[in-house]
């Protein structure tokens, strides 16, 4: 049976952070693939400055640089194509059960996304279709965070993921684009190009 993790969030834009942890859940999970997805369009917040789904796919595809099982998963930008509703996890998450029905899915949190677990919609029917694994974020308590996610699953079956957590923020990367300050080796030299060539946070 495959084991795939399930990495979702804005990406807006995806900075060396962002690869870090799928690189080191990919490792220490012993997973087969990491499915990095994109927010189609977001149900909890506002996402500032943003240049659209297909952008944010694209930032994140350039930055992979074709990784076999690091990959940029299009299933919520696909999805925002076709209709309005915003993009929830519970929804991917049955998606990617037809899709790969023999797979263990794996959800992959950074701990501050973690410790608000509980007010995503439909918080029951993510622990019933996938696992979880988290890791630590600067500013964030991991305890809490684990608190948050016993709620939902036995505290037992919650994966750590052990790493340095790097202070990089696509907020500060957005407003060193705006501004003119460096960026580019916050996210890469494939990330950047794109940023420059689509003119993207200008």
């Not at 834009?13 to 012993?30: I, K, S, Y």
């Not at 996890?89 to 959800?107: K, N, S, Y």
Request: contains cysteine; aromatic residues 6%; hydrophobic residues 45%.
């Amino acid at each position: 049976m495959a084991r795939l993790g399930v990495f979702g969030g804005a990406f807006n834009p995806p900075h060396l952070g962002h690869f870090a942890l799928a690189d080191e859940a990919l490792f220490q999970l012993r997973l087969d693939r990491v499915l990095m997805v994109p927010t189609g369009r977001a149900g909890h917040k506002l996402l500032r400055s943003d240049p659209g789904g297909e952008k944010r796919l694209e930032m994140l595809a350039a930055g992979l640089g074709g990784c076999e099982r690091l990959v940029a998963d299009p299933i919520e930008v696909e999805t925002a194509r076709h209709t309005a509703s915003p993009s929830f996890t519970h929804l991917t998450l049955e998606t990617l059960a037809r899709r790969e029905p023999t797979a263990e899915l794996v959800v992959i949190l950074g701990s501050d996304a973690a410790s608000r677990f509980g007010d995503w919609r439909d918080p029951e029917r993510v622990s019933s279709l996938a696992s979880v694994a988290v890791a630590a974020r600067d500013g964030a308590d991991l305890t809490a965070a684990l608190a948050e996610l016993g709620r939902f699953w036995p505290l037992e079956s919650i994966q750590k993921i052990e790493m340095r957590a790097l202070a990089l923020s696509s907020t500060e990367v957005r407003e060193r684009v705006a501004s003119g300050r460096p960026y580019r080796f916050w996210v890469g030299d494939a990330v950047s190009d794109v940023i420059v060539q689509r003119r993207i946070y200008r």
